[in-house]
C-alpha cells in the first residue's frame, strides 16, 4: 500500500460548483499535513496547512480523520483558476514530507 | 524579498553524462531539500541538507549525491546519467532543520531531459 494515496482524476467542474478531495495515508504515527497547489510545469506551492480540528481558509477547507487516516480538501464556489493539481503532503515526526500523486482538477466555463 | 532559485531552469543532457543543479535558499532558511518529479507522480525526497550536513536521504542510487555551502546554498549531482533520470528537480528551503513538520517552499525547479 502507497504511503500516500489519491485519486488522480482529473475532477471536471463548472464555475460555481463545490468539489472535495480526499486523501489516505498508512502511517498511523503521521503528525504533519499539507495540501499543495501544483499548476501545469509549474513548482508546488502551499495552499494550506490541515489541522486536528479542521481548518478554513476563504473558500477552501481542510480537514483531518486520524481515526480513518484521511485528510479533505473541499473548495467551493469553484474558479477558473483553482484548475491545477492538488497535492496531498503527510509527514511522520522527522522524515521527509511523503507526497500524493496529485488530483488534477479542471473547471469548467 | 527572493524566493528559493534553481539554476539551470532547462538542461539536455545524454546518457552516461553527469549533471550539476545548483539551488539558492530563501534568505533566513538554512535547510534545503532535493525532491524528483518525474511526470505524473508526485515530488519524490532526495536529500535533505541542514547547516551543511546531510540530514536525511531517500531511496536512490548512489549515483546522486549533493552538498550545503557556507551561504546554505546547495547542489545536486548526478553521475552516469539514464534515462529514467528525467525529470523536474525541485529545491525547496525551510527554516529549520526537522524534516517535514512545516511546511516547505519550493523553487521554479530544473527540467532535466536525458536523451
Known amino acids: 500500500r502507497k504511503e500516500v494515496e489519491q485519486d488522480p482524476g482529473p475532477f471536471n467542474v463548472?464555475?460555481?460548483?463545490?468539489?472535495?478531495?480526499?486523501?489516505?495515508?498508512?502511517?498511523?504515527?503521521?503528525?504533519?499535513?499539507?495540501?499543495?497547489?501544483?499548476?501545469?510545469?509549474?513548482?508546488?506551492?502551499?495552499?494550506?496547512?490541515?489541522?486536528?480540528?479542521?481548518?478554513?481558509?476563504?473558500?477552501?477547507?481542510?480537514?483531518?480523520?486520524?481515526?480513518s487516516q484521511y485528510i479533505s480538501l473541499l473548495i467551493r464556489d469553484s474558479k477558473l483558476s483553482d484548475s491545477a493539481t492538488y497535492l496531498c503532503v503527510v509527514n511522520s515526526g522527522n522524515t521527509p514530507l511523503v507526497f500524493g500523486k496529485g488530483t488534477r482538477l479542471s473547471v469548467i466555463a | 524579498d527572493a524566493g528559493?532559485?534553481?539554476?539551470?531552469?532547462h538542461l539536455i543532457k545524454t546518457r552516461g553524462q553527469h549533471v550539476t543543479l545548483r539551488c539558492s535558499p530563501i534568505s533566513g532558511h538554512k535547510s534545503v531539500s532535493w525532491y524528483q518529479q518525474v511526470l505524473g507522480q508526485g515530488p519524490q525526497f532526495i536529500f535533505q541538507y541542514y547547516e551543511k550536513e546531510e540530514r536525511g536521504r531517500g531511496n536512490f542510487p548512489d549515483?546522486?549525491?549533493?552538498?550545503?555551502?557556507?551561504?546554505?546554498?546547495?547542489?545536486?549531482?548526478?553521475?552516469?546519467?539514464?534515462?529514467?533520470d528525467s525529470a523536474l528537480y525541485l529545491c525547496a528551503s525551510?527554516?529549520?532543520g526537522a524534516l517535514g513538520n512545516q511546511p516547505q517552499h519550493f523553487g521554479d525547479g530544473t527540467r532535466l531531459s536525458i536523451l
Not at chain 1, 39 to 48: A, I
Request: hydrophobic residues 30%.
Open chain 1, 14 to 67: 463548472p464555475e460555481g460548483a463545490t468539489v472535495a478531495f480526499n486523501c489516505t495515508y498508512s502511517n498511523s504515527a503521521s503528525q504533519s499535513f499539507f495540501w499543495y497547489r501544483q499548476d501545469c510545469r509549474k513548482e508546488p506551492k502551499l495552499l494550506m496547512s490541515v489541522y486536528s480540528s479542521g481548518n478554513e481558509d476563504g473558500r477552501f477547507t481542510a480537514q483531518l480523520n486520524r481515526a
Open chain 2, 4 to 9: 528559493v532559485t534553481q539554476s539551470p531552469t
Open chain 2, 63 to 84: 549515483r546522486f549525491s549533493a552538498r550545503q555551502f557556507p551561504n546554505y546554498s546547495s547542489e545536486l549531482n548526478v553521475n552516469a546519467l539514464l534515462l529514467g
Open chain 2, 94 to 96: 525551510s527554516r529549520a
